[in-house]
């Protein structure tokens, strides 16, 4: 049973589990599933200085501060109990790419060449790490709502301004990977 | 749902610009928190189990090489719609026998403009808000000052929140 646990998940068993957060959260007690607000309740606790957008009782949301807690914790489990000893496999043609910009370590979800202290001191792990983080930050409360609460919520509930947001957000995505990261790469 | 002068407005002050929230009018101890905090452990293994928080993942799903990450997001939206949709059928309440709300959302230029630049982001460091927090327990330290940097946005956007177009 464990040995099974421990490898890669499909796709059709993590994206139900995934989808059932949705009914989970709501009969629990009536909350919505949005991850990125908490990125708001943090500056609302720590730096509200004085801004109406940050200015209301964080105390309502602590039960989302709670959820991302467990998902940090969920991570910790997952790679003490469950981890995979095998590298990610991912498509030859993605091998082939990062190859040209020297990632070829597949031993963690992150690439190990890019995610650490070192590389964060450089230009290019400068604009990776603190542009990117702030850019999902930024660009998330400016769409009201981020992967979960736009893509997986919104949609749930058949809202339109959540598909314009989902779309954006690939649109987004795919502009970085094809044109902007070989260059930040390369 | 009854909603008090004071209440009402903190309502939307924090419903501001988010999908996110809810007015429940229930008075709890601290400790119901812990259910959260439950759902969110078996979320964060999931993540990382299904490879959803792999740099590797996301941008094999920029590229279209591989089917993984659309499915999952695809199986995920439709038990979501299909849940939600017996949710309101058969008018279920939560566990404290509250009615289940929904909030419509409103259309706003921020979805475009904000949308846009999330996704240059989510290219980039290939995790949205929830992958982050998970990519830090899985012992990705340096992931946090990712973290701190997504706080710092949401810090700017709300300094510049009236003079962008929304």
């Known amino acids: ?186 | 749902m009854d909603n008090s002068a004071t209440g009402n407005t903190d309502f939307e002050i924090r419903a501001q610009d988010t999908i996110c929230i809810n007015e429940s009018q229930l008075q709890h101890k601290w400790y119901h928190n812990i259910k959260y905090l439950i759902v969110g452990v078996l979320f964060g293994i999931v993540f990382v189990k299904a490879e959803v928080i792999s740099w590797f993942r996301i941008q094999e799903m920029f590229r279209l090489q591989s089917f993984h990450m659309y499915g999952i997001i695809g199986s995920a939206i439709a038990v979501g719609i299909l849940s939600v949709w017996l949710i309101k059928k058969f008018n279920i309440r939560t566990i404290y026998g509250e009615p289940i709300t929904f909030t419509p959302k409103k259309f706003n230029k921020g979805q475009i403009y904000g949308g846009l630049i999330f996704g240059l982001g989510w290219g980039l460091t290939g995790a949205c808000p929830g992958p982050l927090f998970v990519q830090i327990g899985t012992g990705a330290t340096v992931v946090a000052v990712v973290l701190l940097s997504a706080i710092a946005g949401t810090w700017m956007y709300g300094k510049l929140r009236d003079n962008l177009p929304h």
């Open chain 1, 1 to 186: 049973m464990i040995e099974w646990l421990k490898q890669p998940w499909p796709w059709y068993i993590a994206g139900p589990l995934v989808g059932l957060t949705v009914p989970t959260l709501l009969i629990l007690g009536n909350k919505h599933f949005g991850i990125s607000a908490n990125l708001r309740h943090a500056c609302a606790m720590c730096f509200p200085s004085d801004i109406k957008f940050f200015k209301y009782d964080y105390r309502k949301e602590l039960w989302n501060l709670f959820f991302v807690l467990g998902a940090f914790g969920g991570g910790v489990i997952a790679m003490w109990l469950l981890a995979d000893p095998n590298p990610i496999v991912v498509d030859p043609d993605l091998v082939g790419e990062l190859a040209g910009y020297g990632i070829n370590d597949y031993s963690s979800m992150v690439p190990k060449q890019l995610y650490n202290w070192d590389y964060l001191l450089s230009a290019q792990g400068l604009i990776m790490m603190v542009g990117g983080g702030f850019l999902v930050g930024f660009g998330s409360r400016y769409a009201g709502g981020c992967t979960s609460g736009h893509a997986i919520m919104g949609l749930s509930t058949l809202q339109w301004p959540s598909l314009v947001a989902t779309v954006c957000f690939m649109i987004g995505g795919f502009l970085m990977a094809n044109l902007f990261l070989p260059f930040i790469l390369g």
